[in-house]
């Protein structure tokens, strides 16, 4: 991940998964619940740093160095990015299958592809637009 990217607020329902520094800089981790009506909770969320019970609040930034890594419980939301300074990070996740169209609950509305204004046909198509 470059300085700048992030992989925006998401949860699942089925999927547990570790997310892994695998070197380079800092890589931070936000979580936070949500109840039944979209309203986020203010109580403390416990995670699992290299096995570790690790408590934050809401939003509260966790820091993974180079080989550390956080287990994600699932209905747990949770985004990442490089710590701003700390140079591009290698992210790597380790999880059960990974169910793309069903299983990733963003917290706002992303798209799974950007949108792309043609102004040609397209020379390599995606699997997409065949
Ligand atoms: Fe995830």
Do not use: C
Not at 35 to 50: A, E, P, R, W, Y
Not at 80 to 98: D, L, P, T
Not at 109 to 123: A, K, Y
């Amino acid at each position: 991940m470059q300085e700048g990217q992030e992989i925006p607020f998401h949860s699942h329902k089925i999927k547990l998964e570790d997310i892994i520094n695998r070197g380079g800089g800092d890589l931070a981790i936000e979580f936070l619940e949500i109840d039944n009506n979209n309203k986020q909770l203010s109580k403390k969320i416990t995670v699992l740093v290299d096995g570790e019970k690790i408590e934050l609040d809401p939003h509260e930034p966790l820091i993974l160095k180079k080989g550390q890594s956080v287990t994600v419980e699932r209905n747990i939301f949770h985004r990442f990015y490089s710590v701003k300074g700390s140079g591009m990070v290698m992210a790597g996740e380790v999880s059960q299958v990974n169910d793309d169209n069903n299983d990733n609950y963003f917290l706002e509305q992303v798209g799974r592809f950007s949108q792309i204004q043609e102004d040609e046909p397209p020379l390599h198509p995606l699997w997409n637009e065949v």
